[in-house]
C-alpha cells in the first residue's frame, strides 16, 4: 500500500478495531455467503484482511482448513489471542503482492475479501487482481464486498466502484455470478453502503 501507510492506524487503535468486529456475527455480517461457502467441510479457505480474526474462527470451526491473513500487527495478535484454533495458520501479509501466502505454495477453494478492496490503491488494484486469480484453485469461488462512502487517508480508504471491479473481472474471462448492492451497513454507519460480489469459478479458469 502506498501513501501513509494505514497499518500504523490499525496498530494505534487494532484493540478497539477489534471490539467493534467482534460485536458482530459472521453470519449477520456475510448472510449472502451462507450458502455459498464450499461444501466440502474440508476446504482450503484464504481470509485477506482478517481484522479481528471473527470470520477465519467461524469457518474454522465448520472444519475448513483457513489462512488469515492481516498485515496490522496489532490486529493479528488480537486475532491469535482471541481465535486460537489448529485450523488456522495467521499469515502477516497483504495485497497487492500477498508475497507470503504465494510462498506457501498454497491455491484455495475460497478467498474471502471483505472490507479490504477500498484499501488497495486504484494503481495497484490490477495487480492485485491478477495475485488473487493466481491464488484460486480451479473451481474456487472469490467473495468481495466494497465499501462505499468517504475516502480516509489516515485509514487508507479509497473510492471502489462496481464497474471497476467488473472491468477487472472482463480483463481476467471472469463474469459475476452474484451482484448485490446498496447493502447498509449492518454496524449502522450511516456514511458508508456496500455491495458484495461472487466471482464464477466455471468462467474464471476458461483461459
Do not use: C
Not at 34 to 54: K, V
Not at 97 to 115: K, P, V
Not at 184 to 189: E, L, M, Y
Request: aromatic residues 6%.
Amino acid at each position: 500500500m502506498s501513501g501513509n501507510d494505514p497499518i500504523d492506524w490499525y496498530n494505534q487503535h487494532g484493540k478497539e478495531v477489534a471490539e467493534g468486529y467482534e460485536r458482530l456475527d459472521f453470519a449477520v455480517v456475510h448472510n449472502w455467503l451462507l450458502y455459498l461457502l464450499p461444501e466440502d467441510r474440508n476446504a482450503t479457505i484464504l481470509d485477506i484482511g482478517a481484522g479481528s480474526g471473527r470470520d477465519a474462527a467461524w469457518l474454522a470451526e465448520r472444519g475448513h482448513e483457513v489462512v488469515a491473513v492481516e498485515p496490522s500487527d496489532t490486529l493479528l495478535e488480537e486475532a491469535d489471542r482471541r481465535h486460537p484454533h489448529p485450523r488456522i495458520r495467521w499469515l502477516k501479509d497483504q495485497l497487492p503482492g500477498l508475497a507470503q501466502t504465494q510462498r506457501l505454495g498454497l491455491q484455495f477453494d475460497f478467498i474471502l475479501l471483505s472490507a479490504v478492496w477500498m484499501h488497495v490503491p486504484p494503481d495497484e488494484r490490477p495487480h492485485a487482481f491478477r495475485q488473487l486469480v493466481r491464488t484460486l484453485k480451479p473451481g474456487g469461488r472469490l467473495a468481495l464486498t466494497l465499501r462505499h462512502g468517504p475516502a480516509d487517508a489516515a485509514r487508507g480508504f479509497h473510492h471502489v466502484s462496481i464497474d471497476e471491479a467488473v472491468d477487472l473481472a472482463s480483463k481476467h474471462n471472469i463474469t459475476i455470478e452474484s451482484l448485490e448492492t446498496n447493502i447498509p451497513d449492518v454496524a449502522g454507519r450511516r456514511d458508508a453502503t456496500w455491495s458484495n460480489i461472487l466471482l464464477n469459478p466455471e468462467i474464471l479458469h476458461k483461459r
